[in-house]
């Protein structure tokens, strides 16, 4: 039984599914290394214009997998610290793949997304969470940090310093209604509407430039890595100028605005 499921619900539309629900969809490596390897794969499939995550069941990933966390491959021969540290790059590995793959990532977040599952949320592009949602950085409550898979990094990020303190040091739930409110998610949806949502914004991004999409994913993401806006926006101006002078796009879209219809975009 795959744990991971790759489908192509509509035109030019990825969706990937956390595949087992018995377990919330927790980490294990026998679930995340495939994540990994299906975002690579469809990162690279030219026809993919926007990717959509999600988890099968009542839950979007309950974080580590404490009963059964699967094989970690490649460890013979190591001692502990080194199997905990290749395990934790193994689970890295997916954020940043996340991160890397050409095209838009949208996170259909269906359940709770508790710990790392919290942190997996947070490194897709763009959420959408069912009014069931909620979300939780797991590991101060367990005597950890709550900082792990990046979450220190992009929380503050997306919805600000003070409330990502206080979201993290407290352990807390937070509401899909309460991420919606500030900004955690796009918005908060009822959970039969949760795909069509993801679906609608991906048609959307499906019919612009694809070098214009990918490009502005890549610079949303500089801004947040950049030491100072004069950089940005030197990085900025490199990005639309390649799209200007390399595709007739701002021509198409000019005639298409002239015409009355939809640009047709063929980069």
Same mark, same amino acid.
């Given at each position: 039984m795959s744990y991971v499921l790759l489908d192509h619900p509509r035109e030019h539309v990825a969706l990937i599914t956390l595949n087992r629900p018995e377990r919330r969809n927790a980490m294990a490596f026998d679930v995340m290394i495939p994540l990994r390897e299906t975002v690579e794969r469809v990162s690279r499939d030219n026809d993919v214009r926007v990717i959509v995550l999600t988890g099968a069941g009542d839950g979007f990933c309950s974080g580590a997998d404490l009963e059964d966390p699967g094989p970690l491959p490649d460890i013979d021969g190591l001692t502990l610290p080194s199997i905990a540290r290749r395990a934790m790059e193994e689970l890295e590995d997916v954020v940043l793949a996340l991160r890397k793959a050409h095209q838009p990532v949208?996170?259909?977040?269906?359940?709770?997304?508790? @710990?790392?599952?919290?942190?997996?949320? $947070?490194?897709?592009d763009i959420r959408f969470a069912a009014e069931n949602a909620i979300f939780?950085?797991?590991?101060?409550?367990n005597g950890l940090t709550a900082a792990e898979l990046g979450l220190s990094y992009l929380l503050p990020r997306a919805i600000g310093a003070s409330r990502a303190f206080e979201i993290m040091l407290s352990g807390r739930d937070v509401t899909a209604a309460e991420a919606a409110s500030i900004g955690l998610?796009?918005?908060?949806v009822p959970r039969p509407d949760l795909l069509d949502t993801a679906y609608a914004l991906a048609?959307?991004?499906?019919?612009?430039?694809?070098? @214009?999409?990918?490009?502005?994913?890549? $610079?949303?993401?500089?801004s947040l890595d950049t030491a100072g806006l004069q950089s940005h926006l030197e990085q900025e101006g490199t990005a639309q100028l390649l799209v200007r002078l390399t595709t007739r796009n701002f021509e198409e879209s000019i005639r298409a605005r002239k015409d009355g219809r939809p640009p047709v975009f063929t980069d």
């Open positions: 949208i996170g259909a977040i269906n359940g709770p997304a508790v @710990g790392g599952g919290m942190c997996l949320a $947070m490194a897709t939780r950085a797991a590991g101060i409550n998610v796009s918005s908060a048609d959307r991004i499906a019919a612009y430039s694809r070098l @214009g999409v990918e490009l502005t994913k890549r $610079m949303l993401w500089s």
